[in-house]
């Protein structure tokens, strides 16, 4: 029986799809996640349990003394294992992408610079190191501030004058320090700001060589101040020379890079002066999302990934037809207490199903600030058109019930004035 050392965060959306795959498979998981290391001792659980995903030196140190045979892969459930599989693969000899590359795609300074010294299309971009005075930069507006190392649009603002560029420095600062514990460190990255519509390639590395899993149009403009991402859906309409294009540019990055086995996840832009990558991660496309792709890829996503791990044939069923997903936007910051209009939502035709993962009692919070969604809509249909139609309609159909965290101290201040 196979093995694989699957990093699980606690927080992800997406174990219980990769432990069913693996379940699938009859592949063995060894698992490894990131509890609280002060509370996890209480609960029972081993070392390996409560690993700092972000100390990816440390944590490396603790999994190599804890297993006790070589599993067969490492594998990292989302974006914040990412560098320490890469790290442990390593360690144990195991093929899969090196370290160094993984930890340049995760960084947007890094990848930034990749981008310039490869020649590729790059905004111009500075580094903002903490405590320095964005007013001091020559600036072209308008720009995106950044935090550096965080994924899903936190962090991410967009400021059209100087006064706004202020605003937006300080609330990605305050953003990143509770994020990353290295924000001091890292800073900030600005750019200027891409103008077109955005797209996203998901693929899968094997050896150097990238299959293109699906393309996606993202319908909605993300256009700013802030960046959060609603609708995929694929196939892609736009012309076949042009997804021929994105592959080739998404190939030489990560041949650049020294990427060369696994899952890539790239998003760009694109407008009259050519393809613009924003980033290429060493991973899969992150929340429920991947669950558009079983329709058209015959397997789950979660299931060819383990494949590819462990060395397993993969044949795509490659299924006609078209397939959307969209992320539920977060309205408004407050608390989730819950919703209406799920069976109609449900009822639409070509939806192929709707997963609410926000909790009651859950503090929500769109981006920059939110990290999550209230939940998943799935769509399948004969055209593009038609995916995107019922992902609109369906949500049209639900009502969230968000409240302010803190309804007592707004009535009495109301009753005040």
């Not at 002060?38 to 609960?43: E, G, H, Q, S, V």
């Not at 990255?189 to 996606?216: H, K, M, N, Q, S």
């Amino acid at each position: 029986m196979k093995r694989v050392l699957l990093l699980l965060p606690t927080t992800s959306y997406r174990n219980s799809d990769f432990l069913a795959a693996a379940a699938k498979l009859g592949v063995e998981i060894v698992a490894a996640a990131n509890y609280c290391h002060r509370l996890a001792p209480a609960w029972g659980f081993a070392p390996i349990m409560a690993l700092h995903f972000d100390r990816p030196e440390q944590a490396a140190e603790t999994v190599l003394r804890e297993i006790d045979s070589r599993p067969d892969a490492v594998l990292a459930v989302d974006d914040s294992g990412v560098e320490l599989a890469a790290l442990l693969s390593e360690r144990l000899g195991l093929s899969a992408n090196p370290a160094h590359a993984v930890r340049c795609m995760r960084d947007k300074l890094a990848f930034r610079r990749l981008l310039q010294e490869g020649a590729f299309a790059c905004p111009a971009f500075r580094h903002l190191p903490e405590g320095e005075d964005p007013r001091a930069a020559l600036l072209t507006f308008p720009v995106v501030v950044k935090a550096r190392r965080l994924s899903g649009s936190r962090g991410v603002v967009r400021a059209d004058n100087a006064e706004a560029l202020a605003r937006a420095v300080n609330r990605v600062r305050a953003i990143q320090s509770l994020a990353d514990r290295d924000a001091e460190a890292l800073g900030l990255v600005i750019e200027d700001f891409i103008p077109g519509r955005e797209y996203a390639l998901e693929g899968l590395l094997e050896r150097g060589t990238l299959t293109t899993l699906a393309l996606f149009d993202k319908p909605d403009p993300l256009d700013g101040p802030y960046f959060e991402e609603t609708l995929y859906v694929t196939p892609s309409r736009l012309p076949g020379e042009v997804q021929d294009q994105i592959r080739e540019v998404v190939v030489r990055v990560c041949r650049h890079a020294g990427l060369t086995d696994g899952p890539v996840h790239a998003e760009m832009r694109i407008n009259d002066r050519g393809i613009w990558l924003l980033e290429i991660a060493a991973r899969s496309i992150g929340g429920l999302c991947g669950r558009v792709l079983t329709h058209v890829l015959g397997m789950s996503l979660e299931e060819l990934i383990l494949r590819h791990a462990v060395g397993e044939p993969i044949a795509l069923a490659r299924n006609s037809g078209a397939a959307g997903v969209m992320m539920i936007p977060i309205p408004r910051r407050g608390i989730f207490h819950g919703l209406e209009g799920l069976e109609a939502a449900r009822s639409v035709p070509a939806i192929a199903g709707v997963t609410i993962t926000a909790e009651a009692g859950q503090i929500v919070a769109p981006p920059p600030e939110g990290a999550s969604y209230l939940g998943f809509i799935f769509a399948r249909a004969a055209r593009p058109e038609e995916a995107e139609d019922a992902l609109r309609s369906a949500h049209r159909r639900l009502r969230f019930d968000i409240r302010s965290e803190y309804p007592a101290k707004a009535a009495t201040t109301a009753a005040r004035t």
